[in-house]
Every structure is written in structure tokens, then in C-alpha cells.
């Protein structure tokens, strides 16, 4: 059984586009975490990559979860160990 899910992708089939409305930003930023998420995506951009661009998203997402998620929601909904 997997833990983690990327549902969202599969079945959105409303329209991509940031900057209209906070509905729409959130909806279109899901969309984009998912697709680069994607095995054969990550694994083609990572390489090419900066290790200053590798470091500025490392910090700025895990920025965002120190700063969003009590450490339960840390451990249950991202390291998914409880």
C-alpha cells in the first residue's frame, strides 16, 4: 500500500492559471506541485538544477511547512511516519 496520493492531477480538469482569484492560485499551484513532483520530471530537472536553486527550494519549502504544520500535521501528513 502507497502513502502518499496525487490524485488531484488525475482528475482536475478545471483551467491553470495564477493570479485570478485565491481559489484558482491554490488549485493551479497543487497542479504544478504534483506535475514536477512526477518521477521522470524530477529526475530530469534536478540534475540540471544550480546547487543554489537546489538550496532556495529545499529552504523555501521546508520554510513553509515549519511555518504552516504543527510538527503532528509534519509527521503525519508529510513524513507520513504516524
Not at 488531484?8 to 483551467?15: H, K, L, T
Not at 520554510?63 to 500535521?73: N, P, R, T
Amino acid at each position: 500500500m502507497t502513502k502518499h496520493s496525487h490524485r488531484f492531477i488525475e482528475v482536475f480538469d478545471g483551467f491553470v492559471g495564477f493570479g485570478m482569484d485565491r481559489a484558482s492560485d491554490e488549485k493551479a499551484l497543487i497542479y504544478y506541485l504534483q506535475k514536477i513532483s512526477d518521477d521522470t520530471l524530477a529526475e530530469t530537472l534536478m540534475p540540471r538544477l544550480t546547487e543554489e536553486e537546489l538550496c532556495e527550494l529545499f529552504d523555501m519549502l521546508s520554510g513553509l511547512l515549519k511555518a504552516h504544520l504543527s510538527e503532528e500535521e509534519y509527521h503525519r501528513l508529510f513524513l507520513k511516519d504516524r
